[in-house]
């Protein structure tokens, strides 16, 4: 009879579609770092073009739903996609206008703001804190009137030469030009702007290409990628895009209601110039981390120069302590996820990096451009290590973490990775799904021989410190007997210790699953012994006592191959105890090992289990009084030791 484990949700979430790459021939160590230079040196040395091809990227992400929607209107390609462009060109000159006039106003109120600054800070010198600085700064000037003093000048003598005669008054020259005429004027007036309406300018055009040539741009994207599965790499590319354009339209939403609730806010304050304050406060929420801070500097700093007092100080200080925690710890979360898909350390890194590269402008494009690094990354097979480097997902799987843990040998490492999982499942599902597989990756290493000594001995010592400091932990998973129902009947006899015999295969990890499976049995109120493999040698299986085991289970991890060892283990259990049952588990760490057919074949056996939750499923299902023993009545009474079992 074999049991099958309960099928849950997997504990360890599959990866994302990938597009698989051609094999190439493996590059040298100086490869990558040179290829890198390259990059980085041409990413400074264009930025120039590259900055506004990079803003007309991240447009077409926000633009794209906007021109498909249009053309489900029966607009046309063209005309979609032309009045998305003027529709985006026309904002920008607004907010452009806006901006101007609002810094005009704030610079023709200067001398003002000087004036009320200037009494505030004559008004702090009677508070306490203007009378110690006061008292400090006494101190400073005491300390420099007593340092040496500099030695008089002397005097010149009577009888010393007359001076001589002082020189002669210099005669003022004023040297006109001559009136500029209305093209040098004219040069004047718009140098300082032609550069950023170039840049605009280059933006708009490149944007209005992106959009005409979207599908091609695509199919050649997918030729670069160098996958021969066009129906995949079709699939990864559309929803990269859509992801990208879905999180890019969200971000430009939430932080264009940001600025508009700011602006609004201190308007109602009496903060003077709240539409570009509201402006930059959106801007600036594309900065990570930092830019929350500096959109309420300057406001803030507006309002000390506005108001006498410093009532609009604090309430505009409100208005930003409330609405930021506001937007992103609750808002931000409902709309787009808790993160970026970046770690903290990668979004760091890359405000760093972008801002180094292309100044102001960088920092800004910071989040957006290493967002669509980490997607690619995410679905482009040669480009995996952008994800690996700046996405926010575990570079190693649970089991890999547990793996390298108990390689290194830090128990208290891997205690800390243990308490970690438990928080999200059972016992049972972490030992099933990450313990066990662990140690069916120790397996195959030690089957390769690349596992010293030392580290086995590590391994084992680290396994059994971990399920020393687990024993006292409830499994959510177990439903253990009632204890009216324990007393009477099968139940009782099965919480007998030593009822179940955990038997051990030949690997050097078989004994602490025995110990896992002992373990979670007694936690069900099943009493469980563990036999190492060595007592139940062929030499020592005479002198072997067996005690009141009804059940006896043989785990082992196997590599590949038929094994021959758990054959004539289970052989020998079965003529040690010929009236208990017979569970195999043969956890095979080898995808290419015996699948459950040529086990039942391969070992004789009552059950064969392939999983730790098969197991105690089985088992608990033998002790349940409930259950008959379909393979008891069958077997003869007794056998001596080294007799013949009839088939």
């Not at 770092?33 to 990079?54: C, K, W």
């Not at 907010?95 to 704030?106: K, N, S, T």
């Not at 506001?326 to 979004?347: K, W």
């Not at 066990?436 to 059994?464: F, H, N, P, W, Y």
């Amino acid at each position: 009879m074999a049991t099958r484990p309960t099928t849950k949700p997997p504990l360890i979430p599959p990866r994302p579609t990938r597009i698989a790459a051609a094999e190439t021939p493996a590059p040298t160590m100086s490869s990558p770092l040179i290829v890198a230079a390259l990059i980085v040196t041409g990413l400074y040395l264009g930025r120039d073009v590259l900055i506004p091809i990079a803003i007309a990227i991240l447009l077409s992400f926000v633009l794209g739903p906007l021109v498909n929607l249009l053309r489900r209107w029966h607009l046309g390609r063209f005309l979609s996609v032309a009045a998305s462009v003027l529709m985006t060109l026309s904002v920008v000159g607004a907010l452009g206008a806006l901006i101007g006039v609002q810094l005009a106003d704030i610079a023709g109120d200067v001398p003002r703001y000087r004036t009320t600054i200037e009494r505030k800070v004559e008004g702090l010198k009677d508070t306490p804190a203007g009378r110690m600085a006061e008292y400090v700064a006494g101190i400073g000037r005491t300390m420099h009137q007593d340092g040496p003093k500099p030695e008089p000048k002397p005097e010149p003598k009577p009888d010393a030469a007359p001076a001589a005669p002082p020189p002669e008054k210099a005669i003022l020259v004023e040297v006109k030009d001559r009136a500029p005429d209305a093209l040098t004027m004219a040069g004047t007036l718009l140098s300082p702007i032609l550069h950023p309406l170039a840049t605009i300018g280059i933006v708009f055009v490149v944007l209005l290409f992106l959009l005409m040539q979207r599908e091609d741009l695509r199919d050649r994207m997918i030729r670069l990628a160098g996958s021969s599965d066009l129906h995949r790499t079709t699939v990864a590319m559309d929803d990269a895009a859509k992801r990208l354009s879905r999180y890019f339209l969200v971000q430009l939403a939430l932080n264009a209601s940001f600025g508009l609730v700011v602006g609004v806010g201190l308007y109602v304050i009496g903060v003077p110039s709240p539409v570009l304050w509201g402006i930059f406060s959106a801007l600036m929420r594309f900065v990570p981390y930092i830019g929350a801070v500096l959109s309420a500097v300057f406001p803030l700093a507006l309002a000390a120069a506005v108001d006498p007092g410093w009532t609009m100080v604090v309430e505009t200080l409100i208005l930003f302590a409330i609405l930021e925690p506001l937007v992103g710890h609750f808002i931000e979360p409902m709309l787009y996820g808790h993160s970026t898909g970046m770690s903290p350390f990668a979004v760091l890194v890359s405000a760093l990096f972008w801002t180094w590269l292309w100044g102001p402008v960088g920092l800004l494009l910071s989040t957006p451009l290493t967002v669509c690094l980490v997607v690619l990354g995410r679905h482009v097979d040669k480009l995996e290590f952008l994800d690996v480097l700046f996405g926010d997902r575990p570079a190693l799987t649970p089991v890999e973490n547990f793996y390298q843990r108990i390689l290194a040998g830090d128990a208290d490492e891997v205690q800390e990775h243990a308490e970690l999982i438990l928080k999200s499942c059972s016992l049972a599902a972490y030992y099933d799904e990450v313990v066990i597989r662990g140690l069916e990756l120790a397996a195959r290493d030690a089957a390769r021989g690349v596992l010293t000594t030392e580290q086995k001995a590590d391994i084992r010592q680290s396994l059994a410190g971990l399920v020393e400091d687990l024993a006292e932990r409830e499994d959510e998973g177990a439903d253990p007997p009632d204890a009216e129902e324990a007393r009477t009947g099968v139940t009782a006899a099965w919480a007998e210790p030593g009822t179940v015999l955990c038997v051990s295969g030949r690997s050097f990890v078989d004994e602490s699953a025995c110990a896992i499976l002992a373990q979670l049995l007694r936690t069900r109120g099943i009493g469980a012994r563990t036999v190492p493999f060595a007592e139940l040698a062929r030499a020592r299986i005479d002198t072997f006592d067996p005690g009141p085991a009804r059940l006896a289970c043989i785990v082992s991890t196997a590599i590949s191959g038929e094994p021959t060892h758990l054959r004539r283990l289970a052989e020998r259990l079965r003529r040690k105890l010929p009236r208990a049952r017979l569970v195999v588990g043969l956890w095979q760490a080898d995808e290419n090992g015996l699948d459950e057919a040529a086990q039942r074949r391969a070992i004789p056996a009552d059950m064969h289990v392939t999983s730790l939750r098969g197991a105690i499923d089985a088992i608990v299902a033998a002790a349940d009084p409930a259950t008959p023993d379909p393979v008891a009545a069958e077997r003869p009474a007794a056998h001596p030791v080294g007799a013949p079992v009839p088939v």
